[in-house]
């Protein structure tokens, strides 16, 4: 059974464990109320402790977090994980797979190879809790924890860097501040307009450069780097679609597949504190080669 465990510093002597868990170890209210009943879900020096029992300094509180009840179905397929300890893992993701199975992708999934990684590893399978989810044909960092505490403290507290190539010439850097909403009669496409949702874009154009396609016809595109300010469905590839400027493979959103098969967009970097520890954590992979090949950057 995988555990939790916090050291109770002199000055909280005399704290309830409830304020103590709440208060001080950022615990949710969800996952207390889960190990209430759960036999030995909280314990003091190896001791049961209820709530609303007093903590005092130098007590080791022990938080016995059970398996998940509906794990995802494991499956070996070969992933490439950056970084794992106890609580998170970051994988680079490839252009191509799911992150979660659905109707019509029920076994070739991030969720599903990282299931067998776990157990492979001797590990509880638990659920697929990502913190970052990426469009199945958008390639890179991908961030998930390993059990609800951990996700619960890093949901909405990263920061990404994105690069995309669009089709048009960009200059400069700027923002995009456009709401965006369902497209009518679609069930997952999303388009600018009214009614919608805030969202906002930050870019900067790293390269501009010419490009012909084995057919003869020429595009001019704009490698970029992007920061998002919010996290809409879709939202890079809607908003630069809305000025006109798809990005190169999207053809969802208006992009020519001549160049490359899937939407170029790839989450290069990401930056967050480690839930547990604090510690200051960032991570960075490559362009992945259809990308690179492109736009001409072997490194970014």
């Not at 007093?54 to 397929?77: A, C, K, S």
């Not at 797979?97 to 001797?122: C, K, Q, W, Y």
């Not at 990426?134 to 949901?155: C, F, I, P």
């Not at 906002?200 to 595009?219: C, E, M, Q």
Request: charged share 20%; net charge neutral.
């Amino acid at each position: 059974m995988p555990a939790l465990i916090f050291v109770v510093p002199p000055e909280n002597d005399g704290i309830s464990v409830y304020n103590f868990l709440r208060a001080k170890c950022g615990v949710s209210y969800r996952l207390i109320k889960k190990l209430k009943r759960v036999p030995l879900g909280i314990t003091s020096n190896g001791i049961h402790i209820r709530t609303i029992d007093p903590l005092h300094g130098g007590d080791i509180v022990r938080l016995n977090i059970p398996e998940d009840e509906n794990p995802t179905m494991p499956v070996e397929i070969p992933i490439n994980i950056i970084y794992e300890d106890g609580h998170i893992a970051v994988i680079n993701k490839p252009s191509g797979m799911p992150v979660h199975p659905a109707r019509e992708h029920v076994a070739d999934t991030l969720a599903n190879a990282f299931s067998a990684h776990l157990i492979a590893a001797g590990e509880p399978n638990s659920a697929f809790r990502v913190i970052n989810r990426l469009d199945r044909d958008t390639s890179g960092l991908v961030l998930t924890a390993k059990n609800s505490h951990a996700a619960s403290l890093l949901h909405g507290h990263t920061e990404k860097i994105y690069y995309a190539i669009c089709q048009g010439t960009l200059t400069g850097n700027g923002t995009i501040d456009a709401p965006i909403r369902i497209m009518e009669g679609h069930g997952i496409q999303r388009e600018v307009g009214e009614g919608g949702i805030r969202a906002v874009t930050h870019w900067r154009a790293v390269r501009n450069l010419s490009v012909t396609a084995p057919s003869g016809n020429s595009y001019d595109l704009t490698f970029l780097e992007i920061h998002l300010e919010t996290g809409r469905t879709h939202q890079i590839r809607v908003h630069f679609s809305s000025l006109g400027m798809p990005l190169a493979g999207d053809d969802m959103y208006g992009g020519s597949r001549e160049l490359i098969s899937r939407q170029a967009l790839h989450c290069g970097q990401l930056d967050f504190r480690h839930p547990i520890t604090g510690e200051k954590m960032r991570f960075s992979v490559p362009l992945p080669e259809d990308m690179a090949a492109l736009c001409g950057v072997s490194s970014i």
